[in-house]
């Protein structure tokens, strides 16, 4: 009893954290229904300015939380419900899930930019002082740390189930995620309701950061991130409702954790591989067999029906005399940038385009699993990754070249993908982002980094394994094979859009339920959706590791899933052209960044920049470059044929909003405004 003891107690100062964690998730999603992917991002924005008013504005401590906690955090929850969050449908889970993600990459981004990259130390406690010995159990010191987290998440805890349970603003919040119209249309301020909510959860993660940063030595976001996915799993296990057994689970978490350190031997292959995947265990057990979990996302919103649809394509409503000038400019354009690539691009941009057709090929991967097949994954990065060490280790262990090597990553990235595809099959929207990001994280910590795959660092790719100089970054030879694979990909993927698959795709996307009654195979075409994107991702993978010349895991962990996803969904998730002109633009921007001082440049400003314009996506889900194709289209139009023959408008009304919100909107709620003479253009169907 005393080993045991003396093993779980240690574990109980991260448990708390879990718990407190966990709890905000679920009052944010009871009452917002919205799963803040943001959390972690706020929990570190109030550990880093806490810890910066105590160690260099030598603030005292009461102060500093004053700030940090009771000021900041939930006047930052107080802006995104304000500026983000409440213009999304009560529908729009993905609208949802890529505005948390956008604001988990890029505040965290941001900060070293606002604040230069010094490292913090040693953060104060916020109650008890940690280094002093308060009383034993059974030989175990209690200290200042431990006193601290047990009492605040009791505190916590009790607090919150007494709102939630007890009050009346506890019933409002359980009636504003269902519909805040009906709850509005019952005489209560929904906004009011929904802005306290925020308020609440965002001092709660505030709090949590503060009480998680004494725990470590160094203040790391990274420590949040894991912090945030343990607090996933706790919070479904709860089935985002019960607050007690959220915190209740995320306590066991915690000391299981310190219980497997202590019991598993620290050189084992199994502790090397189970304690890194503690959460993903338990997050996957969770959705694997919760009831709860599966549906999450089905609509109890009445009103939802009214919500505007996503606007259409540029390329779907434009004239056809335009088309007859913009498909041919397109190919002149391709052979200009081939020519150039060959002639005269200095060696250093050409390296730069080598590794934007790289990532663009990954890109690619993403339009297919979200732009056509609706579903959010949150692992694509981890399929390239699957590609890559597939094609390196095969030429390092049996001497076939990278380009044969290729093959075989990429089927057995599909692979993976089927198999994530047939695992999740009853999964949908937030459950199956859960889950895709849950298979990252397993392969983060116990797939890439074993011996056996990546022997700990980085792995060297040899020229003599392909030939031809191919291996140069800025060759010429690199490009070739890098243009071809991409037209060879974006080709394929316009097809798979323009046939059956594609429109299968699209009749899920509008109502499962009515695909199914059409006699669509909804589970083949799932399945089928993930093998295309995790074969392309996989082949893109290889594709970046001839450019880079190397292979590691850094290079393919979970957060580049993530910073993938927001990019795409900035330039244009649904297009093929979205995808190229992210791939181009992450690493274009990136290297001119580089000619400004190093605190403002580099890939973190890269972040800010692409989170931000993700930020625009519940007013622009087509995308920031797809919506702006759009506007100047119809100006070009109108230019050239007049407002007879414009193309036809595709803004929205605004979102529908009750009526002690606001006032009477000019444009019909949930309309399109439709130019009267577009359904008379010769050969275009009508609105």
């Known amino acids: ?390 094609a390196a280790q095969l030429a390092n262990h049996l001497g076939l070249s990278l380009l044969a090597g290729a093959v075989f990553g990429m089927l057995l990235a599909g692979a993976v993908a089927v198999v994530l595809a047939l695992v999740s099959l009853r999964l949908k929207g937030l459950g199956l982002a859960l889950m895709t990001i849950a298979a990252a994280l397993f392969f983060d ?20 394994w392909i030939g031809l100089g191919i291996f140069n970054p800025n060759g010429h030879a690199l490009f070739v094979l890098s243009i071809l694979v991409l037209v060879v990909c974006t080709i394929g993927v316009l097809l798979v859009r323009s046939g059956t698959t594609g429109q299968y795709l699209s009749a899920m996307r509008g109502s499962e339920t009515a695909a199914a009654g059409l006699g669509i195979n909804l589970t083949w075409q799932r399945v089928l959706i993930f093998a295309l994107s995790g074969m392309v991702a996989g082949l893109g993978g290889t594709v970046l590791i001839l450019q880079q010349q190397t292979v590691n895991a850094a290079q393919f962990n979970y957060q580049f899933s993530l910073v993938f996803v927001v990019i795409v969904v900035t330039t244009g998730v649904s297009t093929v052209e979205g995808a190229i002109n992210a791939g181009f633009a992450f690493v274009v921007i990136q290297q001119l960044l580089t000619y400004l001082p190093a605190r403002v440049g580099g890939e973190s400003l890269v972040i800010v920049l692409f989170a931000f314009g993700a930020l625009q996506y519940a007013n622009h889900p087509e995308g920031i470059l797809e919506f702006q194709k759009s506007k100047w289209t119809l100006r070009m139009e109108q230019l050239l044929f007049g407002d007879r023959h414009a193309a036809v408008p595709v803004s929205l009304g605004p979102p529908v909003t009750a009526p002690s919100e606001a006032g009477p909107s000019p444009t019909a709620v949930g309309q399109v405004r439709i130019d009267p003479s577009a359904s008379e253009r010769p050969g275009r169907a009508g609105p």
């Open 1 to 390: 009893m005393e080993h045991f003891l003396g093993f779980a107690i240690p574990g109980v100062p991260y448990g708390c954290t879990y718990a407190i964690v966990a709890v905000s998730l679920v009052l944010t999603y009871q009452a917002t229904g919205v799963f803040n992917f943001a959390f972690g991002a706020q929990a570190y924005t109030s550990a880093f300015v806490y810890t910066k008013l105590v160690q260099n504005e030598h603030m005292p401590i009461w102060l500093a939380f004053f700030l940090s906690v009771v000021i900041l955090a939930p006047a930052l929850g107080l802006i995104f419900d304000r500026l983000l969050f409440r213009k999304i449908p009560s529908t729009n889970t993905t609208a949802k899930l890529v505005m948390g993600i956008s604001l988990f990459v890029g505040i965290p981004a941001l900060l070293p930019v606002l604040f230069g990259n010094q490292n913090q130390f040693n953060s104060p406690s916020i109650l008890f002082d940690p280094n002093t010995v308060y009383f034993r159990v059974v030989s175990q010191p209690i200290n200042g740390i431990y006193l601290s987290s047990f009492v605040i998440t009791a505190v916590v805890l009790v607090a919150l189930v007494v709102l939630m349970r007890f009050t009346n603003l506890g019933l409002q919040m359980r009636g504003a995620v269902e519909s805040r119209r009906l709850v509005a249309l019952d005489g209560v301020n929904s906004s009011a309701v929904v802005a306290t909510a925020w308020a609440i959860s965002s001092f709660l993660a505030g709090l949590a950061g503060v009480m998680l940063a004494p725990i470590y030595g160094q203040l790391q976001a990274q420590d949040y991130a894991t912090l945030l996915v343990a607090a996933f799993a706790a919070a479904a296990w709860a089935s985002l409702r019960s607050l007690p057994l959220a915190a209740l689970v995320g306590i066991l978490m915690g000391v299981a954790s310190t219980l497997l350190q202590g019991y598993l031997p620290s050189s084992s292959t199994l502790s090397a591989a189970v304690l890194p995947s503690l959460p993903f265990i338990v997050l996957v057990g969770a959705l694997l067999f919760v009831p709860g979990m599966r549906s999450l996302d089905e609509s109890k919103d009445p009103l939802a029906s009214v919500d505007p649809p996503t606007p259409p394509t540029t390329a779907a409503v434009r004239a056809p005399q335009l088309n007859r000038v913009i498909r041919p400019a397109w190919y002149v354009l391709l052979a200009a940038f081939c020519v150039s690539m060959l002639t005269w691009i200095p060696a250093t941009w050409e390296s730069v385009f080598n590794a934007g057709l790289a990532y663009s090929i990954i890109f690619l991967s993403i339009t297919l699993i979200t732009g056509m097949g609706g579903q959010l994954s949150l692992c694509q990065a981890t399929l390239a990754g699957v590609g890559a060490f597939t």
């Open 445 to 464: 910590n116990s797939v890439f980094t074993q011996g056996t795959i990546s022997n700990g660092a980085a792995l060297s790719v040899q020229s003599k």
